[in-house]
């Protein structure tokens, strides 16, 4: 059974108040930070807890850090990325509607390590609600001195800023975000260069995702030996899992890395089994832009061994047979779920998200709706399939950001997986 | 000195030099197709992708192969640098695919378009497209938008390059247009639908590589490939006054930019210049202009023309064809 480091504090009434979280172990990481550790200290206990960003890609966070440019003397930024809007992902929002400290408490650490003295909370204008509850959190850590001019006594100050977006799925990419940051429409950047040399308004910047910049709460608490213990090989720690679709019990968990795929879908504790005794067909288990798995690829690799939890195990046999873990928005369909029409509905979202700027995914998104749309309102044809394929391919890898990649992934997939079933909406 | 070689082809060039700068130093059949980059517009470029080459090795330092495709245009060489473009089967197939998209929903309505015989996505379609198109979708419409009496904006042939964007943004004095919109619905519009009135709007229409910006004083006046490009200039207080009058007879049809061999304006031009000077006793005519052998101008064999001689009307001077 897993460990929370995250969400163990989660169901402890009242715990969005400073006092409450402060009563159970509260901002006790940076008390520790500030009263006995370097920020380099810190970001080494960050690179010995091999934690890897939460937001999507998985690229180890204290690596990230390293590449900060150190020498300029440029102010630096650290932006957290709360603009969480892939389909199926929605463990940001718990985390920051549940537990905002904990949040803060992260961000604090991170600009301690990083030296940075202003950072950004960017977050969907759809998260309206969660902006008040920010701001109520950051307000009262100032009010104690944990925010703002020198912190705890210490030489170090931060401001916290919330900031929200507009409702823009590809605000979420870190280039992108940047620019909306900076009031500009948001395009993704051409890299490079990269944020870490030139980031918000051209000054070096960290962006990470909510989940990431908790996590360092918990790391530095425990040490970051302690944390890599937990988990399965280069998948240190736990993970916030988001798990929604044909399940009995959709919600946000929090699993440590190396769960089988199989106890998590079938446990109690946690998804509860299929609905209405159904049979499992397909899973999507990182967030709608990762490729679909059927049923038995999604709980046993084509080697047939248990598929975990874990960037690896979910990863492997690539793209024939593998998935990826994503940003943890884990979607169960149940064997009802037509799988075109399912298709066709997420490449509806990445058509209407795509920020248009590079032909391939204008167009390419556009395209694939198109065509889909008519499969599944049986106006098909035959060739409609091996067309999509092209198209996918087309785009794949030839973008500026992967939003390209994240529209073709699912289209490529699915008809990798489930042919048969575009063939049978052909009339 | 930085060491890079494109097509088996080996070239010294300075930091900071892209990769579609360096086989434009090459020239000829290396230099891949650019849509979307211009040299004289900052921050232009990575949009279209019809520059994407293959990095079959990454530096000296690191001579692995970069995973994907690069734009050219906004790849910066490293030393040791082995770049694949005309070579690579990978990047041909490539960059038909983003033909193909590119035309996708473009309406092909090249027999009444200004552009035409001067437009690089015909080039681009010819040396790239598909015999064929697998679609049978309904291409995308815009509603028309006037953006008034200097300029026709035809939003169904955008490419949505950014060009006339950063042109506004860079060189005239207020930006009054820009992307609205975004995915396949994003549009080239003016903001508040206010007409584009600047001293230096015009080149919007040079700039842009498809018929979706035209010179409304030429709009249906004459097929670019019967007129004569002669190089003129004029004192201007406001440009340069070096330009291209595209001559009929002893009449000028239009005044363009100078175009260099990569398509782009040697200099740009102002309004006054551009729409107002259409009389040849406004110009200096020096001689025809240098055309691209390929080009369908080129063909009205203008260039035996002498230099400062008049012109006379292509009528009756045709010769027989092959
Ligand atoms: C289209 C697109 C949308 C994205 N949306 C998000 C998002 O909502 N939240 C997020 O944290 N990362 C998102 N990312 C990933 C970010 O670009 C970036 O990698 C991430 O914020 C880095 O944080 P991490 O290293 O902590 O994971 C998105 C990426 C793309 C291409
Ligand atoms: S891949 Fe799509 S979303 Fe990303 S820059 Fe290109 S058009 Fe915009
Ligand atoms: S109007 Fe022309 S220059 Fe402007 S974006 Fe479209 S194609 Fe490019
Ligand atoms: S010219 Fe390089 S992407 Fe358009």
């Known amino acids: 059974m897993g460990r929370a480091v995250l969400l163990d504090k989660v169901n402890v009434p009242g715990i969005r108040d400073f006092g409450v979280y402060r009563e159970h172990g509260g901002y006790r990481s940076v008390d520790k930070a500030l009263g006995e550790m370097t920020p380099a200290q810190v970001q080494q206990e960050v690179i010995k807890s091999g934690l890897r960003g939460r937001g999507g890609a998985g690229f180890p966070t204290g690596l990230k850090w390293s590449f900060l440019d150190r020498k300029s003397d440029k102010p630096r930024y650290l932006v957290c990325n709360a603009d969480e809007s892939e389909p199926g992902t929605f463990k940001d929002r718990y985390l920051m509607e549940h537990l905002p400290h904990l949040l803060i408490e992260g961000l604090i650490l991170s600009s301690y390590a990083l030296g940075v003295k202003t950072c950004y909370i960017y977050i969907r204008g759809e998260f309206k609600y969660l902006v008040g509850i920010l701001e109520t959190a950051i307000s009262q850590a100032k009010k104690n001195n944990y925010v703002g001019e020198r912190i705890l006594g210490t030489g170090f100050s931060l401001e916290i800023y919330v900031h929200p977006g507009a409702g823009a799925y590809i605000c979420g990419e870190e280039t992108a975000l940047l620019e909306s940051l900076e009031g500009k429409r948001g395009n993704p950047r051409i890299k490079p260069p990269f944020p870490a040399y030139k980031g918000l308004y051209d000054c070096p910047t960290v962006v990470n995702n909510v989940e990431t910049l908790a996590t360092i709460t918990p790391i530095i608490g425990m040490g970051g030996e302690a944390y890599a213990a937990l988990g399965i090989g280069k998948s240190t720690g736990t993970k916030l899992m988001s798990a929604c679709g044909n399940i009995n019990k959709p919600g946000v968990y929090e699993i440590e890395m190396g769960l089988p795929v199989e106890d998590f879908i079938y446990s109690d504790e946690y998804c509860g089994g299929i609905k209405n005794g159904r049979m499992l067909k397909a899973v999507i288990p990182g967030g709608s832009s990762v490729p679909i798995l059927p049923a038995d690829l999604a709980l046993n690799t084509a080697r047939s061994e248990a598929r975990l939890l874990s960037y690896e195990s979910l990863s492997e046999g690539g793209f024939e047979s593998g998935s990826m873990l994503g940003s943890g928005g884990f979607i169960v369909y149940d064997e009802d779920a037509c799988i075109v029409r399912n298709t066709w509905n997420l490449t509806r979202f990445y058509r209407h998200e795509s920020c248009g700027q590079c032909s391939p995914c204008r167009e390419g998104t556009g395209w694939m709706e198109k065509i889909l749309y008519r499969l599944e309102h049986g106006q098909g044809r035959r060739s409609d399939i091996d067309l999509l394929v092209r198209v996918a391919k087309n785009i794949e890898g030839n973008t500026i950001c992967p939003l390209g990649d994240a529209a073709a992934w699912p289209v490529a997939s699915a008809i990798r997986h489930f042919r048969g079933e575009f063939l049978e909406h052909i009339k | ?322």
């Open chain 2, 1 to 322: 000195m930085l060491r890079i070689t494109i097509d088996n082809i080996l070239i010294e060039v300075e930091e900071g030099t892209t990769i579609l700068q360096a086989a434009r130093m090459i020239g000829g059949g290396v230099v891949p197709p650019a849509m979307c980059y211009y040299s004289k517009l900052k921050g232009s470029g990575g949009k279209c992708r019809t520059c994407l080459v293959k990095v079959a090795q990454g530096s000296a330092k690191d001579p692995r192969p970069m995973p994907k495709l690069v734009a050219s245009c906004s790849t910066p060489v490293q030393d040791g640098m082995v770049v694949e473009n005309k070579i690579s089967v990978e990047v041909q197939q490539a960059r038909e695919g983003i033909v193909e998209l590119l035309l996708l929903n473009h309406p092909l309505d090249c027999p009444v378009c200004d552009q035409a015989g001067e437009c690089d996505l015909q080039d681009l379609a010819f040396g790239f497209g598909m015999e064929e198109t697998e679609t049978i979708e309904p291409r995308r419409e815009y509603p028309v938008v006037d953006i008034g009496p200097l300029i026709k904006l035809h939003m169904n042939r955008c490419i949505h390059c950014y060009r006339c964007v950063l042109t506004a943004e860079q060189i005239t004095k207020k930006r009054a247009h820009g992307m609205l919109y975004r995915g396949d619905t994003m549009e080239i519009s003016t903001f508040i639908q206010t007409a584009i009135e600047n001293d230096f709007s015009g080149n919007m229409i040079d700039v842009c590589p498809v018929g979706a910006l035209t010179d409304r004083t030429f709009r249906f006046k004459s097929r670019v490939w019967f007129l004569n490009p002669m190089n003129a200039h004029r004192e201007c207080s406001s440009c340069g006054g070096k330009v291209t009058a595209w001559m009929f007879g002893s009449e000028i049809y239009r005044v363009t930019g100078r175009k260099d061999r990569f398509g782009e304006l040697e200099e740009f031009i102002c309004n006054e210049c551009r729409f107002e000077k259409k009389d040849i006793s406004d110009w200096v005519i020096e001689g025809p202009r240098k055309i691209k052998r390929q080009s369908v101008i080129s063909g009205n064999q203008y260039e035996h023309l002498k230099k400062g001689s008049i012109i006379h009307p292509i009528e009756g001077t045709t010769e027989p064809q092959e």
